[in-house]
Nanobody, 124 residues
Framework: QVQLVESGGGLVQAGDSLRLSCAAS????????MGWFRQAPGKEREFVAA????????YYADSVKGRFTISRDKAKNTVYLQMNSLKPEDTAVYYC?????????????????WGQGTQVTVSS
């Protein structure tokens, strides 16, 4: 049973930084892709970033490229999302998710396993 537990969300001001963590358990993740998605009130869930667990290849949405960095610590089975230069439009619930392979990594429907989410609020 795969379990994902996010942490690190909070209330910050525009321009600040936050680091989200996602602790994964329940299996080995070789061959899997770990993704971060977010959902703002009244909006659809959108892709933020993803990382190949084995090779470490990273992928980003254009809206966060250059500001956010995804990484993973294999020893801790944890994925991180370092968020810098935060903007009010980054306000959302952020979710960690896991999928097998990497095809269509930007599509939420490809991910069968999800965490409970962590709230990020950026004030102007």
């Amino acid at each position: 049973q795969v379990q994902l537990v996010e942490s690190g969300g909070g209330l910050v001001q525009a321009g600040d930084s936050l680091r989200l963590s996602c602790a994964a358990s329940g299996r080995t993740f070789s061959g899997y892709t770990m993704g971060w998605f977010r959902q703002a009130p009244g909006k659809e869930r959108e892709f933020v970033a993803a990382i190949s667990w084995s090779g470490g290849s990273t992928y980003y949405a254009d809206s966060v490229k250059g500001r956010f960095t995804i990484s993973r610590d294999k020893a801790k089975n944890t994925v991180y999302l370092q968020m810098n230069s935060l903007k009010p439009e980054d306000t959302a619930v952020y979710y960690c998710a896991v999928m097998l392979g990497s095809i269509n990594y930007y599509t939420s429907a490809r991910y069968p396993y999800w965490g409970q989410g962590t709230q990020v609020t950026v004030s102007s």
